[in-house]
């Protein structure tokens, strides 16, 4: 097939070398061509393999961020829930203690109206023993006035 190639090279007219020249070219060409695409491809999947990759890594960051987000919002829900429950036994503590003071106030009211009347009673007594010393003493001087004369 060479000698025949060289043979009608030779021979033949120039259009048949400068179509002999064309498809050596276009071969040639052909040849470049696939070795670009392949590398073209081959460039292509690295990026592919190199966004995975990344995407990946991101997407691992995002778990751990969100995590550690959800982790710190139910502690600190915990330690809320804590409090409020000591903030609740507080409360319930100082509730118990202001009815003790209401039962307490109540009956110490009862006890003031109580020594209230008691006073006033002592009062009163007080009132007519000081009324029958007065009488007494009237009637003493009355007494002594008459012995007197």
């Known amino acids: 097939m060479e000698t025949s190639i060289v043979d009608l090279l030779v021979n033949g007219s120039p259009m048949a070398a400068f179509a002999v020249f064309l498809i050596y070219l276009y071969k040639t060409q052909q040849a470049r061509m696939d070795t670009l695409?392949?590398?073209?491809?081959?460039?292509?999947?690295?990026?592919?393999?190199?966004?995975?990759?990344?995407?990946?890594?991101?997407?691992?960051?995002?778990?751990?961020?969100?995590?550690?987000?959800n982790t710190e919002r139910s502690r600190i829900k915990d330690n809320i829930e804590d409090h409020l429950k000591g903030l609740n036994g507080n409360v319930s503590n100082i509730h118990s203690t202001c009815q003790a003071m209401v039962i307490s106030l109540e009956i110490n009211k009862e006890q003031v109206a109580n020594l209230a009347i008691s006073i006033d009673a002592t009062l009163n007594a007080i009132k007519e023993?000081?009324?029958?010393?007065?009488?007494?003493?009237i009637a003493m001087q009355t007494l002594q006035g008459r012995n007197q004369k």
């Open 37 to 69: 695409v392949e590398r073209f491809q081959s460039q292509q999947e690295k990026i592919r393999q190199e966004y995975k990759t990344d995407v990946a890594e991101l997407r691992s960051r995002y778990d751990n961020v969100i995590e550690t987000q």
């Open 129 to 137: 023993m000081q009324e029958q010393a007065k009488m007494r003493e």
